[in-house]
């Protein structure tokens, strides 16, 4: 296919797709995915995946909202591998994912080897990052449930 109509074609596929507001397909195959720890991801693909596999389930996680809409959750710090493979056992993509820690805003307090974190934006309040002093994270999460409790 001649350089022209590729670019052409790439530039009405994003048309589309934010006409219809919808995430342009992802090219897959070659890419390194990066996602944030605590975040998720939409993937959108060309052709419906019927098998979805990551290498290590440990660092993120997929499920498939339909054939062509996958939801990547990262889990923890890393690189992993997602293989798509289509209702024949074909494969449609085999590519890279990376892991990373969210920094931006983000305040770090080490206490001696105890370490917490801040999310500041715009006033600083406890975050849960990975690595942070557990006694920290479960006062942390135990205080996020209890407001969730009152609010229901």
């Known amino acids: ?15 589309a797709a934010l006409l219809t507001n919808a995430p342009p397909a992802l090219a897959l195959d070659g890419d390194i995915l990066t ?6 991801r939409v993937l959108r693909i060309d052709q419906p995946a019927a098998t ?10 997929v499920t498939i909202q339909d054939p062509t809409t996958l939801i990547l959750t990262a889990k923890n710090y890393g690189q992993t591998n997602i293989i ?20 931006a805003d983000v305040v770090t307090v080490y206490q001696g080897n105890l370490r917490t974190s801040l999310s500041c934006t715009p006033a600083c309040q ?10 920290f994270t479960s006062n942390t999460i135990s205080s996020s449930t209890l407001v969730e409790g009152i609010a229901q």
């Open 52 to 61: 979805v596999i990551i290498g290590n389930p440990g660092i993120a996680d």
């Open 126 to 135: 406890p975050t849960v990052m990975l690595g942070d002093d557990p006694g």
């Open 84 to 103: 798509i493979l289509d209702a024949g056992g074909e494969p449609i993509a085999d590519t890279m994912i990376e892991v990373i820690q969210a920094s």
């Open 1 to 15: 296919m001649p350089h022209f109509s590729r670019s052409l074609l790439t530039f009405a596929s994003l048309a």
């Open 35 to 40: 996602v944030r720890t605590n975040m998720a």
